[in-house]
């Protein structure tokens, strides 16, 4: 190989993708996610985690097969992150320190109700006065709890994986509501792009699911209440859409210049050929109703990606189920693809995993590289009712085998987020 | 780790501290004769001492009622900021560089309704339903707003909605190693041709209970009489947190330049580690950080903007790992003046870093007795952050003389 088969269009190294894991609510592991993803099964179950009383939508895609040591949302988040790199790297035949930079995309975190109530109970009946946190503050101001400051710090889970896989610097951990994952990839394709690194780790977990969560986005009217039949109530493009599903999920990326991969004989899994992101100043937690901000974010990515939308084969959708996102994203899509768009298949893993929020931009990013690897498409399941009003190939119900080489991945969040990766095939 | 390319300079500064509002504000405490006197409230959040928000007409960056009830203080204070930063750039009614504008936000979270709260702890004490309790006053107590007003990644978004910046908008997180990030990714992206020009920076309130409690879980906000800096002890505790934001605007020299901008400094490089703190493992990453970032320097003509947090113990480890290092250079410690503001922390010093080089003649110490004079402007500015468990951060700027 020359040189120049190692640079892009614009003459910056080539970032291919030698690592994967995954964690879903459809299991632990590319493997089995992938057999029950293109078998159409539904991840999304009645929660039991918590008791849901009184709460409007009672189902989710948790993941409860994970141990931890205390179930709070840093240790789930961690657990999760923790697998998932665990696999991407031994895929990647790497051991010892990883030696690159680490990009977390990792969910806000604040304190559990049960720690609430644990810290509430420690209060001496004498001091029962004030807030609760001047109550709380007492207690631990008299009693300092390293194992309570720890799940209360943004930065914890990045530091455990740190130390874990020896990673070199300072982690980044980000948030880009439900388009962080795509955001931490990007962060990684910048880093290798600018030569300050070889090899980055991308990683993007979510084990942040309670009661107030859940509640949280109940009152923005977000969450699907389809709650007698869980494994259908994820159905993005369809007419009886009614919100999205929250789930549960981590995935990790390892991303090396093409050049370092292959000099080590790694084996290549795919390219992140393009990233794009656009910022939409419309609403706190609308979109723009033109789809412009996600326009921009699709052109943005394919000049990234030196490709033009005619080459893209396939489409993961953001596709979240609820009503206003699957319209926005087709009226996106239709534009960017014109006449294109019947003929370029579109479909949501969320229809199977739910909304993974901060992990789903980079679950769904493996999947994307999966579909390439494979040659087969996941369906969009629930595709019983399809919305008129969003005309595309959904890849309805059943898996379809068709070989891609690249594929176009979609991130929309809370806040004007969106990001867009473009991912191609190997290099033959 | 910083490669040569694109140089990367500040053109815009906007600073609110317990100080004051603006810019010139904090220009006149940097060039006064002689240390001013800290604000602080010992009483509001006793036993601790807080330095507080200044007062703030919040209409004059936030025109919109209803954008400022969208927000709490924690938001308000963020996109208040970025508006002044944006102003002093000579960008806020330049619509087209503001859409093309890349932000990178270093946050915490938002403020939780305290009363709320309190409301299901007091109730849950005599019901042995707790988490049914829990569902049950959440769901008719939570304003729908207030997740908004928590979310991380909403001060950007406030800030996209607010000043219509939207070139692209990413929120980092991890306490002050987010700060230093924000800037070392910003600093990289535009060194590398990957950005023209970008808005950098971040808000901390310490005017929260709840936030009182992210740092005092581990016993280290200093409480009961207010002690000076470097008098704290590990028995009193050591931080008084404070209430400021920075934002930054950054950008190529070719593409300031090409707008005609007012450079105040020229950012070369900034560099942020984590690790182990045991035996003298801090001190060897301070000076890997120092040999990448001001490789030989001894420190003259230069100004260290140190992010010391007031722990004790750490505090110490810096101040003489700085005196080892740059003898030759006068050191302020922003905390002793300002409190300290965890995300904001590391934002905060690079703004009066850059203040501090573009102004004429001599720098006043931050406190008295312990930080010593500068007789001119820097010619070189350092700033330091040491966050209060892990992660660190040094940055390098200088005067750009043509």
């Known amino acids: 190989m020359t040189k120049s088969a190692y640079r892009d269009h614009l003459g910056r190294p080539i970032v291919a993708v030698t690592g994967m894991g995954v964690v879903t609510s459809l299991g632990q592991g590319l493997s089995d996610n992938w057999a029950a993803l293109t078998s159409g099964r539904s991840g999304i179950h009645t929660i039991t985690r918590f008791p849901t009383e009184k709460l409007s939508t009672r189902i989710s895609g948790t993941v409860d097969f994970i141990d931890v040591p205390v179930p709070n949302s840093v240790e789930r988040s961690y657990a999760f992150a923790r697998e998932t790199t665990l696999e991407a790297l031994t895929q990647a035949g790497l051991s010892g320190d990883f030696g690159g930079p680490l990009f977390l995309a990792a969910p806000p975190i604040e304190p559990e109700w049960s720690a609430r109530f644990d810290l509430s109970d420690r209060v001496p009946q004498d001091q029962r006065r004030g807030n609760a946190y001047q109550q709380f503050l007492a207690v631990l101001h008299a009693r300092p709890d390293p194992q309570f400051y720890e799940a209360i710090q943004f930065g914890s889970i990045s530091e455990r994986l740190a130390d874990r896989f020896g990673t070199r610097g300072l982690p980044v951990t980000l948030s880009t509501a439900c388009a962080s994952g795509a955001t931490a990839i990007q962060l990684g394709v910048e880093a290798i792009r600018q030569g300050r690194t070889e090899r980055a780790l991308t990683v993007a977990t979510d084990g942040s699911v309670s009661a107030e969560a859940l509640i949280r986005f109940s009152l923005l009217s977000a969450l699907s209440t389809h709650n007698d039949q869980p494994e259908k109530a994820s159905k993005p493009f369809t007419k009886d859409r009614d919100g999205f599903v929250i789930a549960e999920g981590a995935a990790t990326l390892v991303l090396e210049s093409l050049e370092a991969a292959l000099a080590r004989g790694a084996r290549v899994l795919g390219i992140l050929t393009g990233c794009g992101e656009k910022a939409d100043h419309f609403h706190r937690t609308r979109s723009s109703p033109d789809g412009g901000p996600a326009i921009a974010t699709i052109h ?35 534009t960017v693809f014109g006449e294109r768009m019947p003929n370029v298949p579109v479909s949501s893993n969320k229809s199977m995993i739910g909304h993974t929020l901060t992990a789903a931009g980079a679950v769904e990013a493996v999947f994307s590289l999966q579909t390439m690897i494979t040659g087969v498409l996941p369906p969009t399941i ?16 059943v898996k379809r085998d068709k070989a891609v080489t690249s594929v176009l991945s979609n991130s929309f969040g809370f806040g004007g987020q969106n990001a867009c990766l473009v991912m191609t095939a190997e290099p033959a | ?45 006793a036993p601790y001492t807080i330095h507080p928000l200044p007062e703030i007409d919040w209409s004059q960056q ?21 508006g002044l930063a944006l102003d002093d750039a000579g960008l806020k009614d330049d619509a087209e560089r503001c859409a093309s504008m890349d932000m990178i936000v270093a946050a915490g979270g938002g403020e939780r309704d305290v009363t709320v709260d309190t409301l299901i702890v007091e109730e849950a004490r005599s019901r042995n339903d707790r988490e049914v309790l829990l569902n049950e006053k959440l769901t008719t107590e939570l304003r729908p707003t207030l997740f908004l007003a928590q979310l991380s990644n909403l001060l950007a978004g406030n800030i996209s909605i607010v000043h219509k910046v939207t070139g692209s908008s990413r929120t980092f997180m991890g306490e002050e190693g987010a700060g230093v990030s924000a800037f070392e990714t910003a600093h990289a992206r535009i060194a590398a041709g990957q950005s023209t020009h970008c808005l950098v920076g971040g808000a901390f309130i310490s005017e929260r209970f709840d936030i009182l409690l992210v740092v005092d879980a581990m016993g280290l906000l200093q409480s009961g009489e207010t002690r000076p800096f470097w008098s704290r002890t590990e028995e009193t505790g050591g931080i008084n947190l404070g209430t400021g934001s920075a934002f930054l605007v950054l950008e190529s020299l070719e593409h300031a330049e090409a707008r005609g901008a007012t450079i105040y400094a020229r950012l070369d490089s900034v560099i ?63 905390a002793a003046l300002l409190g300290h503001c965890i995300e904001a922390q590391f934002p905060i010093g690079m703004a009066l870093a850059s203040l501090a080089i573009a102004q004429d003649g001599a720098v006043c110490p931050f406190t008295d007795g312990t930080n010593a004079p500068m007789n001119a402007a820097p010619a070189t500015a350092l700033v330091t952050t040491v966050g209060h468990q892990r992660g660190e951060g040094l940055a390098r700027l200088s005067a750009l003389r043509s």
């Open chain 1, 300 to 334: 943005a990515a394919l000049a990234d990606a030196g490709l033009s939308e005619e080459s893209i084969g396939y489409i993961n959708a953001h596709g979240t189920s609820t009503p206003e996102n699957d319209k926005m994203e087709y009226q996106a899509l239709s």
């Open chain 1, 382 to 397: 629930n595709y019983d009712n399809p919305d008129p009003a969003i005309p595309l190939d959904a890849v309805p119900n």
């Open chain 2, 1 to 45: 780790m910083n490669q040569p390319g694109h140089q990367v300079v500040v053109t815009g500064v906007g600073i609110v501290t317990s100080l004051g509002v603006g810019r010139a504000a904090h220009q006149a405490v940097l060039s006064a004769s002689q240390a001013p006197a800290p604000v602080t409230d010992s009483e509001q959040f």
């Open chain 2, 62 to 82: 936030i025109p919109r009622r209803g954008d400022q009830r969208q927000m709490e203080n924690w938001q308000r204070l963020g996109v208040f900021t970025a």
């Open chain 2, 272 to 334: 942020g580690d984590r690790g182990s703190r045991e035996a003298d493992r801090l001190e060897q990453r301070m000076a890997d950080l120092a040999d990448q970032v001001a490789p030989g320097a001894t420190g003259a003509g230069t100004l260290i903007v140190s992010g010391a947090t007031g722990i004790p113990g750490l505090s110490a480890r810096e101040r003489d790992f700085l005196a080892g290092r740059f003898p030759e250079a006068s050191t302020c410690s922003q």
